[in-house]
């Protein structure tokens, strides 16, 4: 019933573009904030954008002006667009609701060559 199913991720060329989705079940996605997060091998977890219930965006600093986080609430879906990616950006990516706050998705892999 609780769902994060996240794709998009794959193989790009530093500079290049990709975009994520975030399918949500309709339970969890509904009235809350929404986010991405992203893990390196070897590495935290870290947060990389927020999106409100009523479209408020926050981003981390390494992705700020580069990333965009958007909602799409009829299809229960968020999304991530990437620009102007980079080698640090290669992480698996995971979106986030904050009704689950102990559920994780199995995220996408994002890799950025130089």
């Known amino acids: 019933q609780v769902q994060l199913v996240e794709s998009g991720g794959g193989l790009v060329q530093a500079g290049g573009s990709l975009r994520l989705s975030c399918a949500a079940s309709a339970s969890i996605a509904g009235l809350t904030t929404m986010g991405w997060y992203r893990q390196a091998p070897g590495k935290q977890r870290e947060l990389v954008a927020t999106?409100?219930?009523?479209?408020?965006?926050n981003y981390s600093i390494p992705v700020k002006g580069r990333f965009t986080i958007s909602r799409d609430n009829a299809k229960n879906t968020v999304y991530l667009q990437m620009n102007s990616l980079k080698p640090e950006d290669t992480a698996v990516y995971y979106c986030k609701t904050w009704r689950a706050p102990g559920y994780w998705g199995q995220g996408t892999q994002v890799t950025v060559s130089s």
């Open positions: 999106i409100t219930s009523g479209g408020i965006t």
